[in-house]
């Protein structure tokens, strides 16, 4: 019962009195259960019991640093154990090069291939007969290609697409009427490489400059009005040819190119042929628009379209004087 003062009324809390309001705290039991996972109670159980003597905020530090210890990459090759060595490393070129299998792998970037990679492809042959309107330059057949024996047979490249669009053909033609365009159209297709290969980048610039010779020679051998080359890296490879080595820079365009630039240019016979300079119709060439490309065949397209009716004119007057004469 509290002290009372001697006029009865209850003494003033004192710090003892105070101090005995902590028996009516809870006092529950002295050891709490935690709810734990498997996982968690699996770790406790074979964790090893902390040294004496230690605060446990220092148990706490250290256990941290071994985590971080263990997690970083850093500390793992700082610190290899004696059964790792760098001939001996298990882990995959992949996940050694990436930092581990939980890292995106990087896609390996495309290089040179050597002939012998797709030695057992065939090699595309030309479609060429004396005095076409164009003949079409290209750089290389691809896997498609080689395997159907037919130019620009993959799906995706925009060869045939666009001589119909461009009206360079008067309908849309075929990947396996390729053999058929020298007759029916006057067009004709060769490659500055004849090996094929995945994609231009396997082919190396030696073996595109070497090209350059057998384009002049196929030149002056069929004589074709325009020799159409498809693909601003085969333009690179001929002007570097004929200009001692330096680049086209600056001076690249596409569309007609000055007459210098002829190719298979007899002195005092032929002047050469044509050249005409288009974009590449693979479907990975996605430096022009679509829009941009099209415009460029289109030049060409308008050009051919006139010397076809040209030629066609010729050839009926050509017929009619001959009937003329004979009658």
């Known amino acids: ?28 039991p002295e ?10 109670s699996a770790s406790a159980s074979a964790a090893p019991s ?15 640093s071994r985590k971080r210890s263990r997690s970083s990459p850093s500390s793992r090759e700082a610190l290899p154990t004696s059964s790792e060595s760098p001939s001996t490393d298990s882990r995959s070129p992949s996940q050694s090069t990436t930092g581990g299998s939980g890292s995106k792998r990087k896609r390996a970037s495309t290089g040179y291939a050597p002939p012998s990679t797709y030695a057992h492809l065939p090699h595309l042959p030309d479609a060429i007969l004396p005095n076409l309107i164009v003949l079409f330059v290209g750089l290389n057949p691809g896997v498609q290609t080689a395997r159907t024996g037919h130019a620009y047979a993959h799906p995706s490249n925009l060869f045939w697409k666009l001589l119909f669009s461009s009206r ?21 297709n060769t490659n500055i490489v004849a090996r094929p290969s995945r994609n231009g980048s396997e082919l190396s610039k030696q073996e595109m400059d070497d090209g350059v010779a057998a384009l002049e020679d196929k030149a002056r051998k069929w004589r ?10 085969i333009w690179e490879s001929i002007w570097r040819v004929r200009h001692g080595g330096s ?10 190119q000055d007459e210098s630039e002829n ?31 099209q415009a460029i065949w289109n030049e060409l397209g308008s050009w051919v379209k006139k010397r076809r009716a040209e030629r066609e004119a010729e050839a009926g007057t050509d017929t009619a004087t001959t009937e003329q004469v004979s009658a």
């Open 50 to 64: 902390p040294s004496p003597g230690r605060s446990p905020s220092h148990r706490a530090s250290s256990t941290s």
């Open 31 to 40: 050891t709490r259960l935690l709810r734990r996972s498997p996982r968690h």
């Open 247 to 256: 680049k086209v820079g600056g001076a690249f365009k596409y569309g007609w």
């Open 263 to 293: 190719m298979g240019v007899i002195d005092g016979e032929w002047s050469g042929a044509k050249v005409f300079v288009a974009t590449s119709t693979s479907g990975l060439a996605a430096s022009l628009s679509p829009a941009e490309k």
């Open 224 to 233: 074709p009005e325009c020799m159409c080359i498809v693909g601003k890296s």
């Open 1 to 28: 019962m509290p002290e009372q003062d001697s006029l009865g009324s209850p003494a003033p809390a004192s710090f003892k009195g105070r101090l005995q309001l902590d028996s009516f705290k809870y006092s529950g």
């Open 168 to 188: 360079i053909t008067p309908r849309p033609c075929r990947a396996d009427e390729d053999r058929q365009m020298p007759a029916l159209y006057a067009l004709g």
